[in-house]
Structure formats: C-alpha cells, structure tokens
C-alpha cells in the first residue's frame, strides 16, 4: 500500500480503511488532520511509540479508533485536546490507548476534573475511558449505559462518589480499582457492590445506597457521615495551604 504525506502526517489505506502511522515533521505540538481525503482514519498500532518529541496532541472528530501502544512511551506528551464531546470519547474504540499517568485530558476546551455526568444516551462506556484522570471527584452513570468496561475510572485518586444507573447490567474487572478516595456508591442497578471488591468500587466504600449523594461541601472541603461517625473525604477548593476546620457540624471527625 501506498504511505501518502499529508502534511506530515503519514496514511496508508488497508481494506478499504484510512490509516495515520507516523508523523515525520518537527512540530511539539500536534494537532490531527479532520479526516483523511474526506474520511474517517484510525491510529495505527505503534504509530507515535516513543515520539519524545510530543508534548500535545489535538485529536479532531475524524478519529475513529485509536491502535494498541499509538502513544506508548511519548514521555513528554502531557496534555490530550479531543475536540469531540463527552459521548463520542466514551465511545472511542482504543481510547485507553491515549491514556497515561501524567497526561491531562481536555474534552472540548475544557479539562477532564470536577464533577463528571455522563449524558443519558450513552449506552457503553469504554474500558480505560477515563483511566488516571486524578482530577475527577464525582461521576454520574446515567440509566442508559449498560456496560462499564475494565480499568474505565483506574486510579482515578480523587474520585469520592460514583452513581451508577440502573441500566447497568455489567462492570468490567478493575472498573474503579485504585480510587482510594472513593467512599460513597449511589448504586441504582442490580448489582451488588458488596464483597465485589476491586471490580466494581474498590475497598475504601463507607457507604452503598440508591439515593442522593450524602458527600457534603463545606468550603471545599468534603465530608460524609455514615453510622454516627463524620469523615472527611477529601478537598475541591482552590487554597494551597490549608487549615482543617476544627469541627463538623460541631462535631468530631475522622
């Protein structure tokens, strides 16, 4: 097959399909052609594996899937722009293979952090969407999603609260294994989180219900009370240098 260098970036068609398997230019900073001759292209397996030279990528909407180890070993890549939505990266065949410890995601404009909901309609959220993205606090699976694929919110270290919706019949191994912080579970579905371990909500869940989130504000500071007892979670503000609050509510906290 023919390789085409389309400025800089290289493509080659295989069976009908567009494929991006290099870059050979010197730009830092990349951002992805739209499509490819009109069309939709996937990311060749090992297409950028050891590009030391990336510090960020843009991918547009013409991206349709993402090959095994595309970014492996690029050190320095820090921060992904996707400038699809929230439902078509959940979507994104391969998109697990964007995802590294250090790298910030941006879908859109804005940074993967915070609070994260899901639009009702998407029905699948990939294995390893949203793997290390340390930044997210709380997530809403909507009543539409069915499956949650493995290593989907991995070591996601600030996560406090997961609703998980109704429709959820299956959750891939590992889905919110490493998410140390993670406390609270609003589970709707059928499942059973209890005694699953690290399959479905890791091992530090004080408390599983189907109702609204328990986890409270208080000047960025994050508290939940479970049996009598006062946690607090975690922190959500923008200080630097902090001083615990002496009391909850007026009471003791752990």
């Known amino acids: 097959s023919v390789i085409n260098n389309e400025n800089g970036f290289l493509f080659f068609v295989r069976g009908g399909k567009n494929y991006m398997i290099g870059y050979d230019g010197y730009e830092r900073d990349l951002k992805f052609p739209d499509s490819y001759k009109g069309e939709k292209y996937c990311i060749y397996n090992n297409a950028f594996m050891c590009c030391v030279q990336i510090g960020s990528v843009t991918l547009g909407k013409g991206v349709e899937a993402i090959g095994e180890r595309a970014f492996e070993g690029c050190y320095f890549l820090s921060d992904l722009y996707y400038e699809g ?6 979507t994104l065949d391969g998109v697990g293979n964007l995802q590294d410890y250090n790298r910030r995601i941006y ?23 949203f793997y290390y993205c340390s930044g997210l606090t709380s997530v809403i699976i ?13 070591n996601c270290t600030s996560l406090t609260s997961v609703t998980i919706g109704r429709g959820v019949k299956n959750i891939g191994n590992s889905a919110f294994a490493s998410c140390d912080k993670l406390v609270e579970v609003i589970n709707k579905s059928d499942l059973h ?26 000047d960025g500071y994050l508290f939940i009370s479970v049996d009598g007892n006062n ?24």
């Open 85 to 90: 939505d929230i439902v078509s990266w959940c």
């Open 231 to 254: 946690y607090m979670v975690g922190y959500v503000g923008d200080e630097t240098v902090l001083t615990l609050p002496q009391n909850y509510n007026g009471e003791s906290y752990e």
């Open 142 to 154: 909507p009543n539409s999603v069915t499956s949650i694929g493995e290593r989907a919110f991995y």
């Open 193 to 218: 989180a209890e005694n699953e371990g690290y399959s479905i909500v890791g091992r530090r869940v004080l408390i599983e219900h189907s109702g609204e989130t328990k986890i409270v504000n208080n």
């Open 107 to 129: 879908l859109d404009g804005k940074e993967l952090k915070g609070d994260l909901i899901i639009p009702e309609g998407v029905t699948e959220i990939k294995p390893l969407a």
